[in-house]
């Protein structure tokens, strides 16, 4: 190892906690790991951080990892590097991560709101977020731990950022419980298979379970299977893989049939196994988070 390959190295293993240090020094591609990660760091040239400095804070960020040498393996260190120079406010940095980063956020902001307008106000918002200094505390950018793609940690945060403004200004970003239970999917929930009266209280107890939802959700269900957008397009929006998306949906459904029985039992007080009954009722063997209600489709 070259001389300012072990300086780097020892720089890390110092910054990254007692027993992480203890299991990096025994790993045997921990040392080549760290001289890839600070050469690509170094790549950035102009925007790149002081070697030293970044090999500081690559071992700060390893020690929340409960797997080290894993996160090295998985590291984005020239994300990281960016992420670093641009929250000590280095220039260059700063220009690479908008042509790098803020700017490929318009196309999944117009997804949410179509306005050019929008999307301005959300990325000067977003840009003052990141890059402006913060009375004590550290920028928001040091959080960001390179174990994944800068572009997709960035675009979590204007997407939340826009549903909040969108909130803020009176506009419904997130669906509306009305309108989801309105559209079910084709060969799901077919309400009119029960008498009236049930209907009536399923369709209530699941607008109730839909509003108790946080706005991210809401909003996931409502570009699926309202905008009927597909996972893919869905994964363009979120610059997440459509693989990530199809789980979260999952996630959303079973937590919505939970929330529907639980709703369901408090309306009518009734004990589990009546709850059962009245949604095998509903459609057959209903179970919420298999039905085509909520099924995802790809």
């Not at 040498?69 to 020239?78: I, V």
Request: include cysteine.
């Amino acid at each position: 190892m070259h001389g300012a390959d072990a300086e780097s190295f020892e720089l890390v293993v110092q910054s990254a906690g007692e027993q992480s240090s203890l299991r990096l020094r025994e790993a045997p591609g921990a040392r080549a790991a760290v001289a890839r990660a600070v050469s690509q760091a170094a790549a950035l040239r102009s925007a790149a951080p002081q070697p030293s400095t970044f090999a500081r804070h690559l071992g700060a960020q390893l020690s929340r990892a409960p797997d080290p040498m894993r996160a090295l393996e998985r590291l984005h260190a020239r994300d990281l590097a960016l992420a670093l120079s641009c929250a000590q406010g280095l220039p260059a940095a700063c220009e690479l991560l908008e042509q790098e980063v803020l700017l490929k956020l318009r196309v999944p902001l117009s997804r949410i709101h179509p306005s050019p307008a929008f999307a301005d106000e959300v990325l000067q918002v977003l840009r003052a977020n990141l890059l402006m200094p913060r009375e004590e505390a550290p920028s928001r950018l040091l959080g960001y731990s390179g174990m994944g793609p800068l572009l997709h940690w960035v675009s979590i945060s204007a997407v939340r950022l826009a549903l909040r403004m969108r909130k803020a200004q009176g506009e419904e970003s997130h669906v509306e419980a009305e309108v989801l239970a309105a559209h079910p999917a084709p060969g799901g929930l077919e309400l009119g298979f029960v008498r009236e009266e049930a209907r009536g209280h399923v369709r209530a107890a699941f607008i109730r379970a839909v509003a108790s939802l946080d706005d991210e959700d809401r909003e996931l269900l409502r570009l699926h299977f309202v905008e009927r957008l597909s996972l893919e397009r869905m994964g363009a929006l979120f610059d997440l893989h459509k693989s990530t998306l199809s789980r979260r949906l999952s996630a959303v459904q079973t937590l919505l049939e939970k929330r529907t029985r639980r709703a369901l039992a408090e309306r009518l007080s009734l004990p589990e196994p009546e709850v059962d009954s009245l949604m095998r009722a509903i459609h057959g063997r209903l179970d919420l988070s298999l039905s085509g209600l909520l099924a995802v489709r790809e």
